[in-house]
């Protein structure tokens, strides 16, 4: 059984710093694609960044490149997203996603999801 566990989120302000984590269990993920995606009030979800576990190539979305870094660590089974200069507009639940293939931008795509862990950042 396919698990993603999120973790990490929390209450910042402007200008922080935070680090998600996403812990996969089930399965190998080496032909997988892991992604981050956020939702806020109101809204569909959003399309974040993304890492090719086989090679670590990573994918990120506009409004993001710069300031988040996706990252894996093997032998933790674990994804990262570094946020760097965190903005009110960050402000969302953030889930991670696992797939084989596909658009890495469209969450119909992904095989798996977490449970979400929110981010929250005053201005």
């Known amino acids: 059984q396919v698990q993603l566990v999120e973790s990490g989120g929390g209450l910042v302000q402007a200008g922080d710093s935070l680090r998600l984590s996403c812990t996969a269990s089930g399965r190998t993920f080496s032909n997988y694609f892991i992604g981050w995606f956020r939702q806020a009030p109101g809204n569909g979800r959003e399309f974040v960044a993304a890492?090719?576990?086989?090679?670590?190539?990573?994918f990120y979305a506009n409004s993001v490149r710069g300031r988040f870094t996706i990252s894996r660590d093997n032998a933790q089974n674990t994804v990262f997203l570094q946020m760097n200069s965190l903005k009110p507009e960050d402000t969302a639940v953030y889930y991670c996603?696992?797939?084989?293939?596909?658009?890495?931008?469209?969450?119909?795509?992904?095989?798996?999801w977490g449970q979400g862990t929110q981010v929250t950042v005053s201005s």
């Open positions: 890492i090719r576990w086989s090679d670590s190539g990573t």
């Open positions: 996603a696992a797939q084989r293939g596909g658009q890495l931008w469209t969450a119909a795509a992904y095989d798996y």
